[in-house]
Antibody, heavy 118, light 110 residues
Framework: QVHLVESGGGVVQPGRSLRLSCAASGFTFSGYGMHWVRQAPGKGLEWVALIWSDGSNKYYADSVKGRFTISRDNSKNTLYLQLNSLRAEDTAVYYC???????????WGQGTLVTVSS | QTVVTQEPSFSVSPGGTVTLTCGLSSGSVSTSHYPSWYQQTPGQAPRTLIYNTNTRSSGVPDRFSGSILGNKAALTITGAQADDDSDYYCVLFVDGGISVFGGGTKLTVL
């Protein structure tokens, strides 16, 4: 059974950094690409980033490009999202999701809340 | 910048049929965009319903179906039930690893 657990969220001041983690279990983590998706309070879902199974390719939404970095450690079955130069508009629940068939997101974690506020 | 469009809201009577759509601000949606659909209730993580245009995810009832209708992707719910009252999001693969969510449709079953 696929299990994804995000952690690392919290309250952070504008301009500061934060690193989110997503611990994976129940499947062969190194065989799957992984997404990050976020959802601002009361708003819709926003795709953030994608990393291939071996970490060789990474893709980002324009809204986070140059500030956020997706990475993974297949030896630890863990996905990361480094959030730098945080802004108030980055306040959201951040979800990790497994890359499924046809670029889909086939399994989701429960999310971790990041609040950017002074 | 690619914008994916969805109806902001829709309502359906219990037992009725509703079709939600997913379009592009410029151009037509095709199977090459690999449309997928997600259901989300308040406070919960999204649930995957449909991927690759029309393939149901494991455990999804067959009253949910996906297709291409005209120049849009579509999610049809046949025989709507009370617990289908949720937000529905589509995602399109647009280019080079980039995906874009639509703004979501709030479906009310009443």
């Amino acid at each position: 059974q696929v299990h994804l657990v995000e952690s690392g969220g919290g309250v952070v001041q504008p301009g500061r950094s934060l690193r989110l983690s997503c611990a994976a279990s129940g499947f062969t983590f190194s065989g799957y690409g992984m997404h990050w998706v976020r959802q601002a309070p009361g708003k819709g879902l926003e795709w953030v980033a994608l990393i291939w199974s071996d970490g060789s390719n990474k893709y980002y939404a324009d809204s986070v490009k140059g500030r956020f970095t997706i990475s993974r450690d297949n030896s630890k079955n863990t996905l990361y999202l480094q959030l730098n130069s945080l802004r108030a508009e980055d306040t959201a629940v951040y979800y990790c999701a497994r890359l499924g068939s046809g670029w889909s997101l086939d399994n989701w974690g429960q999310g971790t809340l990041v609040t950017v506020s002074s | 910048q690619t914008v994916v469009t969805q109806e902001p809201s829709f309502s359906v009577s219990p037992g009725g049929t509703v079709t939600l759509t997913c379009g592009l601000s410029s151009g037509s949606v095709s199977t090459s965009h690999y449309p997928s659909w997600y259901q989300q209730t308040p406070g919960q993580a999204p649930r995957t319903l449909i991927y690759n245009t029309n393939t149901r995810s494991s455990g999804v009832p067959d009253r949910f179906s996906g297709s291409i209708l005209g120049n849009k992707a579509a999610l049809t719910i046949t025989g709507a039930q009370a617990d289908d009252d949720s937000d529905y999001y589509c995602v399109l693969f647009v280019d080079g690893g980039i995906s874009v969510f639509g703004g979501g449709t709030k479906l009310t079953v009443l």
